[in-house]
């Protein structure tokens, strides 16, 4: 409910502008509501767009971003969005890390060829049969489950009884990953592809109790119904600028370089530059994080039951190397050509073995060694990122996401010395699967300075207010209500709700959050719109 009493300058205002803010504010405006969005950058997208990392280079990258899977059709179609989302023939590539010379090499159109490189690299054909059953099992609950949400949340016993497998659903949801791994898995290199899935930005174990891994994991088997990760054609900056068309042509406000000081109990936003007015809206709706959050309301003096319990530190566990290569780095596995094994997710020293002593080394306080990591080039899919010129020439760009670089190794220290460290530790994971080192084939720019650079945790949170660099903006929550929760206003429902009536959480922190989705943008405009309508 809204106060009409006050005088409101719009119906909503939004604070942040990544690309759950611009699909929230395509909704609400294009139902005749008076929206802006207020961005501290000069840009809007956040971390879902493109750049060009070098000068005088035409590659134009996601620094941050990658692929997509989690973004609904619904939004696509509800927003008139024109985005081609390319899908990648091969999965994966797995090098043995014990004997590079051999790999495991998924590859969606040809079963029999993905049987033959299991059985090369691990001696049994059947761990490729056990791989697919692992994978199809889990096809019900993203067809369950991802269709829920674009709606008002489901309860938790709903769920599991629609589903109809209780056996399956306390494997998944109930008791730590690493079980069920085991369990479907024999080998330690086809589990740590498994397990892969649950530790993207997040530091966990695969035996974690708080079970953060398994929200991770489902979050990367559900996109789509199908848990396939494409490739947004013309680079993720395509995605970020459909969303901002959107808005703009269904007459949202929205002004760069706003930077918000203050939020109060009552709506009113105030501006970090002195001379800009306040805005105040009916609704607030607040696509930054749940730690930015708490900041702007302590600093909008909102009384103290309007901030509930101050959220942890968030904390990121990645570094992200990009790279731009003036050719694909020759393998040590002869059996498969460069171009496949680098066309889907190149999969570096994730065994299960290794993961699990990596988030050991890295909570000693040390870096892992080797760092694992999954490598992703995009320009074999979308060669489009690329100008003519550097098509012509074989130029292909390479990111490295590597895992179980916690923030609290990087806090407070972006010094070229830590960046360089972190850099020569990832290429040394890299190239100890290669036949030659990647430096070797790194694309040197018209100013003589290679084409590569580290991405921190601390650099997220520097560049794009991502606190601790963590790219959920906190913990990922199950996509559902609890049976005993309440559900009493549109904002629970939804699950865009914070302690203010007024205040919703249209970002990466809401429930059903995380990824370039855009669905936290979805729920909160859909929450908003049944609100000031009462």
Same mark, same amino acid.
């Given at each position: 409910?809204?106060?009409?009493?006050?005088?409101?300058?719009?119906?909503?205002?939004?604070?942040?502008?990544?690309?759950?803010?611009?699909?929230?504010?395509?909704?609400?405006?294009?139902?005749?509501?008076?929206?802006?969005?207020?961005?501290?950058?000069?840009?809007?997208?956040?971390?879902?767009? !493109?750049?060009?990392?070098?000068?005088?280079?035409?590659?134009?990258?996601?620094?941050?971003?990658?692929?997509?899977?989690?973004? +609904?059709?619904?939004?696509?179609?509800?927003?008139?969005?024109?985005?081609?989302?390319?899908?990648?023939?091969?999965?994966?590539?797995?090098?043995?890390?014990?004997?590079?010379?051999?790999?495991?090499?998924?590859?969606?159109?040809?079963?029999?060829?993905?049987?033959?490189?299991?059985?090369?690299?691990?001696?049994?054909?059947?761990?490729?049969?056990?791989?697919?059953?692992?994978?199809?099992?889990?096809?019900?609950?993203?067809?369950?489950?991802?269709?829920?949400?674009?709606?008002?949340?489901?309860?938790?016993? @709903?769920?599991?009884?629609?589903?109809?497998?209780?056996?399956?659903?306390?494997?998944?949801?109930?008791?730590?990953?690493?079980?069920?791994?085991?369990?479907?898995?024999?080998?330690?290199?086809?589990?740590?592809?498994?397990?892969?899935?649950?530790?993207?930005?997040?530091?966990?174990?695969?035996?974690?109790? !708080?079970?953060?891994?398994?929200?991770?994991?489902?979050?990367?088997?559900?996109?789509?119904?199908?848990?396939?990760?494409?490739?947004?054609?013309?680079?993720?900056?395509?995605?970020?600028?459909?969303?901002?068309?959107?808005?703009?042509?269904?007459?949202?406000?929205?002004?760069?370089?706003?930077?918000?000081?203050?939020?109060?109990?009552?709506?009113?936003?105030?501006?970090?530059?002195?001379?800009?007015?306040?805005?105040?809206?009916?609704?607030?709706?607040?696509?930054?994080?749940?730690?930015?959050? @708490?900041?702007?309301? !302590?600093?909008?003096?909102?009384?103290?039951?309007?901030?509930?319990?101050?959220?942890?530190?968030?904390?990121?566990?990645?570094?992200?190397?990009?790279?731009?290569?003036?050719?694909?780095?020759?393998?040590?596995? !002869?059996?498969?050509?460069?171009?496949?094994?680098?066309?889907?997710?190149?999969?570096?020293?994730?065994?299960?073995?290794?993961?699990?002593?990596?988030?050991?080394?890295?909570?000693?306080?040390?870096?892992?060694?080797?760092?694992?990591?999954?490598?992703?080039?995009?320009?074999?899919?979308?060669?489009?990122?690329?100008?003519?010129?550097?098509?012509?020439?074989?130029?292909?760009?390479?990111?490295?996401?590597?895992?179980?670089?916690?923030?609290?190794?990087?806090?407070?220290?972006?010094?070229? @010395?830590?960046?360089?460290?972190?850099?020569?530790?990832?290429?040394?994971?890299?190239?100890?699967?290669?036949?030659?080192?990647?430096?070797?084939?790194?694309?040197?720019?018209?100013?003589?300075? +290679?084409?590569?650079?580290?991405?921190?945790?601390?650099?997220?949170?520097?560049?794009?207010?991502?606190?601790?660099?963590?790219?959920?903006?906190?913990?990922?929550?199950?996509?559902?209500?609890?049976?005993?929760?309440?559900?009493?206003?549109?904002?629970?429902?939804?699950?865009?709700?914070?302690?203010?009536?007024?205040?919703?959480?249209?970002?990466?922190?809401?429930?059903?959050?995380?990824?370039?989705?855009?669905?936290?943008?979805?729920?909160?405009?859909?929450?908003?719109?049944?609100?000031?309508?009462?």
């Amino acid at each position: 409910m809204v106060n009409e009493a006050l005088e409101y300058t719009h119906d909503v205002v939004i604070v942040g502008g990544g690309h759950n803010a611009l699909v929230a504010a395509a909704y609400l405006a294009r139902a005749g509501k008076r929206t802006v969005v207020l961005e501290r950058l000069d840009h809007f997208g956040g971390a879902a767009v !493109s750049e060009e990392p070098w000068p005088g280079v035409e590659a134009r990258l996601s620094r941050y971003s990658y692929l997509v899977s989690l973004l +609904p059709q619904q939004i696509v179609a509800d927003l008139g969005l024109k985005l081609e989302l390319a899908r990648r023939r091969y999965s994966s590539y797995t090098p043995d890390p014990a004997d590079p010379s051999r790999g495991i090499l998924v590859d969606n159109g040809d079963a029999a060829a993905t049987t033959a490189s299991f059985a090369r690299v691990t001696g049994d054909a059947a761990e490729a049969e056990r791989f697919d059953a692992f994978y199809a099992r889990l096809v019900p609950v993203a067809e369950l489950l991802f269709p829920t949400v674009t709606d008002p949340l489901v309860r938790r016993s @709903e769920l599991q009884r629609r589903l109809g497998d209780d056996t399956l659903w306390a494997e998944l949801f109930e008791r730590p990953l690493g079980g069920l791994i085991r369990d479907s898995l024999t080998t330690d290199i086809a589990r740590g592809i498994a397990l892969t899935d649950g530790l993207i930005g997040t530091f966990a174990t695969a035996d974690d109790p !708080s079970l953060r891994q398994n929200k991770c994991f489902l979050y990367h088997v559900i996109g789509g119904g199908t848990g396939d990760w494409d490739v947004p054609v013309g680079g993720m900056g395509r995605v970020s600028g459909e969303l901002e068309r959107a808005a703009r042509e269904s007459g949202a406000e929205l002004r760069g370089g706003a930077e918000v000081r203050a939020i109060t109990a009552d709506g009113t936003v105030r501006l970090s530059d002195p001379a800009a007015d306040p805005v105040r809206g009916r609704l607030v709706l607040s696509g930054v994080g749940p730690a930015v959050l @708490e900041r702007l309301l !302590s600093e909008g003096n909102a009384p103290a039951a309007a901030v509930r319990e101050a959220p942890e530190r968030p904390e990121g566990a990645q570094v992200k190397i990009n790279m731009l290569l003036s050719r694909l780095p020759k393998l040590r596995d !002869s059996e498969v050509d460069p171009r496949a094994a680098f066309a889907g997710t190149f999969h570096i020293n994730e065994t299960f073995t290794q993961l699990e002593e990596a988030h050991a080394a890295a909570t000693a306080g040390g870096l892992p060694a080797p760092i694992p990591a999954e490598i992703y080039c995009h320009s074999l899919t979308d060669p489009s990122i690329l100008s003519p010129e550097l098509q012509a020439a074989g130029v292909q760009t390479l990111t490295l996401f590597g895992l179980h670089v916690p923030d609290r190794l990087v806090t407070g220290d972006t010094n070229a @010395e830590l960046r360089a460290e972190l850099l020569a530790a990832a290429q040394r994971s890299l190239d100890s699967v290669l036949a030659e080192p990647i430096a070797d084939c790194i694309f040197i720019a018209p100013d003589g300075s +290679p084409c590569i650079e580290a991405r921190t945790t601390a650099d997220l949170e520097e560049s794009l207010g991502m606190i601790g660099g963590d790219i959920f903006h906190g913990a990922l929550s199950w996509p559902w209500a609890e049976d005993d929760e309440t559900l009493d206003t549109p904002a629970a429902r939804w699950g865009v709700d914070t302690a203010l009536p007024n205040l919703l959480v249209c970002g990466s922190g809401a429930r059903r959050g995380g990824a370039v989705s855009g669905i936290g943008g979805h729920n909160a405009a859909h929450a908003a719109l049944e609100l000031l309508a009462e």
